[in-house]
């Protein structure tokens, strides 16, 4: 197709320099479009394209396939296979297991005490994440593994965790990752390591003259260290620094200027949507000022009562939390309506909470007292997300006389694959649907970059309509 005005200043930034380039790409404005085409015109020789998202490598490979995408000569990858490649040259062997941390933990408990087991227990989701975001943060035990320096100290871990941990869950995080890294030394990883070993423990990673890095925004540290091995070459990267939502996976605050300015790049807009109509980019116009628009239309409505009724077959919910999508969506299926609740993070951990809450038969209104306490010792901590957790469950208690009825109706809802889609505001990013219902849109409080960010990304999912509407607002009629 014929380049608009921005992408032909891009390719021709990228045919006729060598400069390392950034394309900050808004919502909906052809990024994988552009990526395409900035590889058709780059000189002849190997490329790596490296995305977080395994779905968008087979959809390069796939045109790879049928000429429709990137040059043979250029290699898809995801960051996490990347990094297992260079991870498997660098032991003898890998066995991937999604459970390491668990099986770790178990080990680190079995010689202690009865009592010091339980507590550690009652800890293991807090030190599960605290896991997580250690390997994503580049985090190393102190006085651990000499040779090798880390990328961030404990209070900075401390810093980026959902709530502050106490002395135990710090212990059993030291302990844990300390086994983690020797027994990834043996080649025994879970998805974390696929990064975190050879971003920061070393490696020998592959040298292509050109790297293409999408989604720029959602780096993490160890991502960062990882192009520091990689991108001897040129660095092309895309993204939207207005979509840096992941703040809470420990993406990197302002990733995309630090990247800009670590390796001198020259940077370009996208800013014309070929996804969202006129309409709704007038409304997103208080977070990108210059965004702009190919198609005319659209609307963008403040809904002061709906029918819940009317909401149309595929279209999306959206909010910033979960509990008002559960309520909405136990009410459209007792209306007949098909629904499908994205909660493939939320839901494991959401029922794993309400199972530790007693035993099954406990009556609904001890699993509220329970459900109290337990954000009460949550908040004590300081925990952000907290909540909303609390109020998802409170949502499942109220349809249960027991907790295992409660527990019940959380699996039920979580394995539905229906037509309406009910999602977070994190979830739907990348998404797009037809007509969007932006629920409870006062949620976001509009206090800190990700919360804007957050609201953006809302607000720019609509490819026709957008309406905004509050829970209380949505009726019923028969």
Known sequence: MEPTEEQAAILQG???????????????????????????VLPPGPVIYLAFSRDVV??????????????????PRTLNS??????????????LDTKKTSTLFRECLEDRPKDYQTEA????????????????????????FTHVRPLCDQDTLVSRLDEQPSDLVLELLDDVLTLSIKAAYKGFIDYNDQVYMPAVFGGTFPQYPTVLIDEEQDLNPVNHRMLDKLAKGRLIGCGDPFQSIYGFRGAVQSGME???????????????????????????????????????????????RLDGSDIPEYAAVICRNN??????????????????????????????????????????????????????SK?????????DMAEAMRVFAGYGETLGQAISYAEYLFEQQGA????????????????????DPQLIKNDTEQELNLRYVIQTRAKDKLYEINSADIIWSD
């Open 121 to 144: 227990w009652d800890v293991y989701s807090e030190v599960s994440t605290a896991v997580g975001m250690a390997k994503a943060l580049g985090y190393i035990p102190e006085g651990k």
């Open 14 to 40: 990228v045919a006729m320099t060598g400069d390392n380039i950034q394309v900050r790409s808004f919502a909906g404005t052809g990024k994988t479009t552009m990526l395409r085409m900035i590889d058709s």
């Open 58 to 75: 087979k959809e390069m490979e796939e045109g790879q396939k049928n000429g429709t995408g990137f040059r043979t000569t250029t290699t």
């Open 420 to 439: 309406i889609k009910l999602l977070t505001g994190h979830k739907s990013k990348g998404l797009e649907f037809d007509t969007v219902y932006f629920l």
């Open 82 to 95: 990347l990094g297992h490649r260079v991870w498997a040259k660098t032991v003898s062997s890998i066995t």
């Open 323 to 376: 509990a008002p999508l559960f309520r909405l969506a136990f009410d459209l299926i007792s209306h007949g309506r098909s629904v499908s609740v994205a909660g493939s993070d939320i839901g494991p951990k959401l029922i794993a909470t309400l199972k530790r809450l007693g035993d099954d038969d406990l009556p609904r209104s001890s699993v509220l007292t329970e459900i109290d306490l337990w954000l009460e």
């Open 379 to 387: 908040l004590r901590k300081g925990s952000i997300t907290a909540n």
């Open 258 to 304: 630090k990247l800009k300015e670590k390796f001198s790049m020259t940077e370009y807009d996208l800013s014309v949507s070929f996804r969202c109509p006129r309409a709704i980019v007038e409304n997103a116009r208080w977070r990108v000022p210059h965004y702009k628009w190919i198609k005319e239309g659209g609307l963008v409505s403040q809904l002061p």
